[in-house]
């Protein structure tokens, strides 16, 4: 708790002193780092994705088409199907084990036939994608690319698709930290019992991210209109950015299971640090 405080601390009075630095491996396609990521996504991940998942699923019309941008070994993207029966997720990803991890995870949970992996670049997407689109979104993934061009370039993608079809948006990432010691902290208070991998790769993912102005805009000037910006409260280290779709379709039931113990409780500190994001099921 002290050091949480600690970290907090430092990062509410500190001037912006943590340089950018691009991700070392741009593409999670390190066997160890697949693994441990894979594994996070069965436990402490479970309170971002619901809170991902109620949001997308405010923006979802019933039977839509989802594209999930840097979408690892797919395990949000089957926690969303599972809350939302109704969709078809398209996840694209440019690491070859994330992808063939997460098409047999998806398969072992009788997901595969409504949410399929493809091996893609998110610079580089847009021509390959199905007439009907309703949502594209990345979550944990902008951060990857390793300069503003590629950012520029995903984004313009992004803005072209919803120019064609008058899809949602939706955007979930990391703020860079202001103090230096809060990427090495944050870690060791949010997922102690990770693996170090994963530890080593949060790590690296803060110092990554982009800034909130920064990536704010960069969203206003590739899409041309007024996007929706949200950063967290208290614990100012993560955002969010969406773009209703311009013609919002019917609503469908949301059918995820209620959350529980811890995970329920990190759920709600979660959507209590982001206010006005839409949360009801
Ligand atoms: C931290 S993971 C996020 C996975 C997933 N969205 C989640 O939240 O569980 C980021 C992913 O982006 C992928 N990636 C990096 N650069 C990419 C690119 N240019 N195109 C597509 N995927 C990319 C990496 O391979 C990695 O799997």
Avoid at 52 to 77: I, K, R, W
Avoid at 98 to 126: C, K, Q
Wanted: net charge negative.
């Amino acid at each position: 708790m002290s050091s949480l405080l600690g970290m907090l601390v430092k990062e509410w009075f500190s001037a912006p002193q943590v340089q950018r630095r691009p991700e070392p491996a741009a593409v999670m396609d390190d066997e160890a780092n697949v693994e441990a990521f894979h594994g996070q996504g069965e436990g402490p991940l479970i309170p971002v994705y619901h809170f991902n998942a109620l949001a997308m699923h405010a923006l979802l019309p019933e039977g839509g088409t989802v594209v999930d941008l840097g979408s690892g070994s797919g395990q949000y993207l089957g926690y969303l199907a599972n809350c939302r029966p109704d969709l078809n997720i398209i996840g694209i990803d440019l690491s070859a084990p994330m992808v063939a991890t997460g098409r047999r995870a998806l398969t072992a949970r009788g997901l595969a036939e409504r949410v399929s992996l493809v091996e893609g670049d998110m610079t580089d997407f847009a021509a390959q994608l199905p007439a009907k689109v309703d949502m594209v979104s990345t979550i944990f993934a902008l951060h990857h690319l390793p300069s503003a061009a590629h950012l520029a370039a995903c984004l313009a993608q992004m803005a072209a698709v919803r120019k064609a079809t008058g899809c949602a948006v939706w955007v979930f990432d990391h703020v860079r930290p202001n103090h230096p010691a809060t990427p090495e902290v944050f870690p060791r208070i949010f997922t102690p019992t990770a693996a170090r991998e994963f530890q080593l790769d949060s790590q690296n993912s803060l110092i990554a991210s982009w800034g909130f102005d920064e990536l704010s805009q960069a969203l206003e000037s590739a899409f041309g209109e007024a996007v929706v910006h949200r950063r967290s409260r208290l614990l100012r280290l993560y955002q969010c950015h969406w773009l209703p779709a311009r013609d919002q379709g019917s609503k469908a039931r949301w059918q995820g299971a209620e959350l529980a113990g811890a995970t329920r409780k990190d759920y709600r500190s979660l959507a209590g640090i982001f206010p006005g994001v839409p949360q009801s099921a």
